[in-house]
C-alpha cells in the first residue's frame, strides 16, 4: 500500500485516527455512527486492517489483536 516516505506517514497518521474514532464511538460517542471516519462500523475496521497490513513497519500503539478487539465491541451480530 505505502510506496513513499509521505503515504506511509499519512497511513500512520490515518490509523490513528480511525483508533482514536473508535475510542470516542465506544465512549462519549455514544456508540453514533456519525464519529467515525468511515460512517459504519465495518468500513472503518475494515479500513484499519488494510491499512495495518500495508504498513511497511507495524506501529507499537496498535495491534491486529487491539483492532480485533475494537471490531468485537462495535459490531454486534444477531
Known sequence: MATTDNDALFNYQ???RLQQDCEYYLGH????KK??????????IAKMKEIYEGLPEKPEWITLEKI???????IVTQ
Open 14 to 16: 490515518l490509523l490513528g
Open 68 to 74: 480485533s478487539q475494537y471490531e468485537a465491541a462495535m
Open 35 to 44: 464519529h467515525l471516519w468511515a460512517g459504519d462500523e465495518a468500513e472503518q
Open 29 to 32: 460517542g455514544n456508540r453514533a
